[in-house]
T-cell receptor
Framework: NAGVTQTPKFRVLKTGQSMTLLCAQD?????MYWYRQDPGMGLRLIHY???????AKGEVPDGYNVSRLKKQNFLLGLESAAPSQTSVYFC?????????????FGPGTRLLVL | AQSVTQPDIHITVSEGASLELRCNYS??????LFWYVQSPGQGLQLLLK??????LVQGIKGFEAEFKRSQSSFNLRKPSVHWSDAAEYFC??????????????FGTGTRLQVTL
């Protein structure tokens, strides 16, 4: 099992450019999440999905869109990148057996917006 | 407002010394409680969790945490720290607001430095 993988590992964008971050999991998990991590702020939830074809907003959704066309994949899109979106992005997944279940995290994508 | 607080931004301990990392939460009911560790350049790994039962929880890598309802705390401890424990530690809570979706709120993290 690869667990949770993220593509790419690192990216530099110019302001206004768009990009898509890919998260893939091979654990057959129902729930998937996108977080951003900024210094001194911990991880904050951007969007999440409770199943294929569903998405929902988290704490900081503005400027991001997501899609869950396949159960194993969760994509995070930036339509027009801004310097404020410079961050490390983490994807996570877990089962649908309840909130006590462990979230499994990917290795992260470091994004720099100039 | 609901929140998770890790009051220590940075802690330095000597190898072999004991460790306690603090976590306090502010929620109406007892949430599910988690501790995650993040090594440099890595994702987060679960150390331990509490959702019911015995208030002293054992985790991986020799860590334990104690839930104290009266203090709204879930402090992480280790009797003897190893140099490989140097990392950032995050406390996280799920507020148990209903439904089956796990939704975590993270503290701001405590960076642990271990001196030899």
């Amino acid at each position: 099992n690869a667990g949770v993988t993220q593509t790419p590992k690192f990216r530099v964008l110019k302001t206004g450019q768009s990009m898509t971050l890919l998260c893939a999991q091979d654990m057959n998990h129902e729930y998937m999440y996108w977080y951003r991590q900024d210094p001194g702020m911990g991880l904050r939830l951007i969007h999440y999905s409770v199943g294929e074809g569903t998405t929902a907003k988290g704490e900081v959704p503005d400027g991001y869109n997501v899609s869950r066309l396949k159960k194993q994949n969760f994509l995070l899109g930036l339509e027009s990148a801004a310097p404020s979106q410079t961050s490390v992005y983490f994807c996570a997944s877990t089962t649908d057996r309840g909130p006590q279940e462990t979230q499994y995290f990917g290795p992260g994508t470091r994004l720099l917006v100039l | 407002a609901q929140s998770v607080t890790q009051p220590d931004i940075h802690i330095t301990v000597s190898e072999g010394a004991s460790l306690e990392l603090r976590c306090n939460y502010s929620y109406g009911a007892t949430p599910y409680l988690f501790w995650y560790v993040q090594s440099p350049g890595q994702g987060l790994q679960l150390l331990l969790k509490y959702f019911s039962g015995d208030t002293l929880v054992q985790g991986i890598k020799g860590f334990e945490a104690e839930f104290k309802r009266s203090q709204s705390s879930f402090n992480l401890r280790k009797p003897s720290v190893h140099w490989s424990d140097a990392a950032e530690y995050f406390c996280a809570v799920d507020p148990r607001t209903g439904g089956t979706a796990s939704k975590l709120t993270f503290g701001t993290g405590t960076r642990l430095q271990v001196t030899l």
